[in-house]
T-cell receptor
Framework: AQKITQTQPGMFVQEKEAVTLDCTYD???????LFWYKQPSSGEMIFLIY??????QNATEGRYSLNFQKARKSANLVISASQLGDSAMYFC???????????FGTGTSLTVIP | DVKVTQSSRYLVKRTGEKVFLECVQD?????MFWYRQDPGLGLRLIYF???????EKGDIPEGYSVSREKKERFSLILESASTNQTSMYLC???????????????FGPGTRLLVL
């Protein structure tokens, strides 16, 4: 079974609008961490935001927030006030408590339309 | 700032050639990783290393080997390159500290390999 599922291969959003990128995960480990990364066309992976499984509040980092619904095993990324520079691939990833490995989803390609 | 460097951004090789991809990190991280990235498949783990001379197979180790002789350097080796190994290769590193659960993996800029 896939550890991380991203069901949106591509998304479009109007500039200045908000957009939600979906991510669901599968683990039986009660302690885990969820990460989101941005990958522009240049190729580098940029860390955006982290959510721990025991964190009481949803993580926020500037225009990025994570809508964490533990019972549903979802960790959706919300980007507010989209900018043209937000056009990129976005990856959701998970790390379980005792492992070194990160599990990545297949990514969502976001295009911001002027 | 953590810095992870990869020896080449772009590489073109012939089928059957032996290919070395080098990765160096400057943060004294115990863990280092090699991924390949293909459209629609995301990042798939090839190998990772948790210490010098230690390695673990990831999800797709076939056709690859690795070497970690020094803590800062992790090499990916394609013994006999094939066209289906044309891909983007990403190296990453991370500390071993389990208390810092929020710590990300730090990625290199990637190597786009074309095997003809």
């Amino acid at each position: 079974a896939q550890k991380i599922t991203q069901t949106q291969p591509g998304m479009f959003v109007q500039e200045k609008e908000a957009v939600t990128l979906d991510c669901t995960y599968d683990t039986s480990d009660p302690s885990y961490g969820l990460f989101w990364y941005k990958q522009p066309s240049s190729g580098e992976m940029i860390f955006l935001i982290y959510q721990g499984s025991y964190d009481q509040q949803n993580a926020t980092e500037g225009r990025y927030s994570l809508n964490f619904q533990k019972a549903r095993k979802s960790a959706n990324l919300v980007i507010s006030a989209s900018q043209l520079g937000d056009s990129a691939m976005y990856f959701c990833a998970m790390r379980e408590s005792l492992g070194n490995q990160f599990y990545f989803g297949t990514g969502t390609s976001l295009t911001v339309i002027p | 700032d953590v810095k992870v460097t990869q020896s080449s951004r772009y590489l073109v090789k012939r089928t059957g050639e032996k290919v070395f991809l080098e990765c160096v990190q400057d943060m004294d991280h115990e863990n280092m990783f090699w991924y390949r990235q293909d459209p629609g498949l995301g990042l798939r783990l090839i190998y990772f290393s948790y210490d010098v001379k230690m390695k673990e197979k990831g999800d797709i180790p076939e056709g690859y080997s690795v070497s970690r002789e020094k803590k800062e350097r992790f090499s990916l080796i394609l013994e006999s390159a094939s066209t289906n190994q044309t891909s983007m290769y990403l190296c990453a590193s991370r500390s071993q500290a389990f208390t810092r659960k929020q710590e990300t993996q730090y990625f290199g800029p990637g190597t786009r390999l074309l095997v003809l």
